[in-house]
């Protein structure tokens, strides 16, 4: 894990709406949920299941903002201080912005597709996977003690997807104008 060692890992999430800051920590604990045993869910650190995770987040970009500061959707960047299965998916779902095309988290906001105009809106729903991608990942080579770091370019859905929102939040800042 990334609490001690060289260990890094970064991630880009497209979430919808924004969260509260520009960045933070979400730290909380996580285990099965009660409801679907396929699914973690936050739950209390007192639970034996109870798992510590830690997610440091920064908003990279936000999407159709108003003028009340909210934005339709945000690319998020993750850092993971721990490794839990589906951690950033529970984490940002938790603080109110499930990742987009998530179904498991994120199923109750699939209909804010609706107000995203008829150029974005298919695009958004014909999107068939969580918008998150491994950017980074870097760690101490066990045997040689070489830091090895390693980036990858967002994959192209994933890009078509960030173009998209860039042009569809283009149009309406100007239609504001």
């Keep these: 894990h990334g609490r001690t060692g060289d260990l890094e890992r970064a991630y880009d999430a497209l979430v919808w709406g924004c969260p509260p800051r520009p960045a933070g920590t979400i730290d909380t604990f996580l285990g099965r949920s009660t409801s679907d045993r396929t699914k973690q869910a936050v739950v209390n650190e007192t639970r034996e299941d109870a798992r510590h995770a830690v997610t440091h987040f920064a908003v990279?970009?936000?999407?159709?903002?108003?003028?009340?500061?909210?934005?339709?959707?945000?690319?998020?960047e993750c850092r993971l201080e721990t490794g839990r299965t589906h951690q950033i998916r529970v984490h940002m779902a938790h603080i109110g912005n499930p990742l987009i095309g998530d179904q498991e988290y994120?199923?109750?906001?699939?209909?804010?597709?609706?107000?995203?105009?008829?150029?974005?809106?298919?695009?958004?729903?014909?999107?068939?996977?969580?918008?998150?991608?491994?950017?980074?990942?870097?760690?101490?080579?066990?045997?040689?003690?070489?830091?090895?770091?390693?980036?990858?370019?967002?994959?192209?859905?994933?890009?078509?997807?960030?173009?998209?929102f860039e042009r569809w939040s283009a149009v309406n800042r100007n239609a504001k104008a």
């Design 60 to 76: 990279l970009e936000r999407f159709g903002e108003r003028q009340d500061a909210t934005a339709m959707a945000s690319l998020v």
């Design 106 to 164: 994120g199923k109750a906001f699939f209909t804010k597709a609706n107000k995203l105009g008829d150029d974005l809106a298919p695009l958004v729903k014909g999107f068939t996977r969580q918008a998150l991608h491994a950017r980074l990942l870097a760690f101490r080579h066990p045997s040689t003690d070489e830091l090895m770091h390693f980036e990858a370019p967002h994959p192209e859905d994933m890009q078509e997807l960030l173009s998209a």
